[in-house]
């Protein structure tokens, strides 16, 4: 019988936790825990559709989905280098040359979503993850977290929608009718959060300065975006400014993006490798077991229990 043995607790979304499980046939997996009423077949139909698409190799797998008592577990592809985040916090400039290559690998995997009409609507650096596939030294971002997925029957037709998502990247259609809950928008919302997160990992901040609903209101309405003093580049700025364009009807669609001079060129195509993250964030891809206390076995205990049960009938 196949061992399976929790290692880590790796974090927590709105819709459930994430743990690093080890399944001696298949190596290290994730496995996300959600309650019974907070589960939705969706996240899974949605992730596990999107991997079979051309261009799906910017999406996890997954394996199974099932539930077990009064908890659902999700088992899916490990990325094993963390999210985009980590380029983030270490403070320091990315390459020009990294960054066009990054964006282009984001663009070609939300476009896949919005060819297939869906529309995201929760991008930010938590949910873009880096992964290395095992034997190379190349490194390919994952998109991940499909819970609030909205589907666009007419693809680049706007919309009434929910307005959900993380509030510091939401497009301006959202954040102006905020109070309202629901709105006519399109699938550039998801292109305005690329720009946010585009826009961090150049400055290390965003464009506003208080985080609040009100203040970021009052940034939307007055419509300026100042150009940092970071961004050098033309060609770069230029971009971000069609990303960030308050009127959704001339932002850039994930198409227009991709088509931009700054990603469709030579050297956007080539692969990112993990030396060059290293050199940045000085993290290398999670290879090994990794130990945990006797005190954090005991309490993911009956999480393992659910795990393992679940992986020894699925898998």
Known sequence: MCKTRLFIFLGKGGFGSVYLVNKDDIGFISAKVIDEQRFDL????????LMKE????????YYSSTMYGQQAVILMEYANMDNIDML?????E??????????????????VMHQNGLIHKDIKGQNILMQNPKGTDEMIVKIVD??????????????????????QYMAP????????????????????????VLYILLTKSFP?????????????????????????????????????????????????????????????DAKITVSEIKSITGCCPTRLP??????????????????GTVCMILL
């Open 42 to 49: 969706k996240e899974w139909r949605v992730g596990y559709e």
């Open 54 to 61: 051309k261009g799906g190799d910017h999406f996890l797998q």
């Open 88 to 92: 983030i916090n270490t403070g320091k």
């Open 94 to 111: 990315i390459p020009l040359n990294l960054i066009q290559r990054l964006f282009k690998q984001i663009i070609q995997g939300i476009n």
């Open 146 to 167: 499909f819970g609030l997925v909205d589907n666009q029957d007419k693809i680049g037709k706007s919309l009434t929608i929910g307005i959900e998502g993380t509030l």
């Open 173 to 196: 259609e959202f954040i102006l009718a905020y109070q309202t809950h629901i709105v006519r928008a399109d699938a550039k919302i998801d292109m305005w959060s690329i720009g946010i």
């Open 208 to 268: 506003f300065k208080k985080f609040d609903l009100q203040s970021i209101q009052q940034f939307m309405n007055a419509g300026i975006l100042d150009r940092p003093y970071q961004i050098k580049d033309d060609q770069l700025w230029d971009f971000l400014k069609g990303l960030l364009t308050f009127d959704r009807t001339h932002r850039l669609s994930a198409i227009d993006a991709l088509n931009h001079p700054f990603l469709n060129n030579a050297q956007s």
């Open 290 to 307: 990794i130990h945990i206390t006797k005190k954090k076995r005991t309490i993911f205990g009956s999480i393992l229990m659910v795990i």
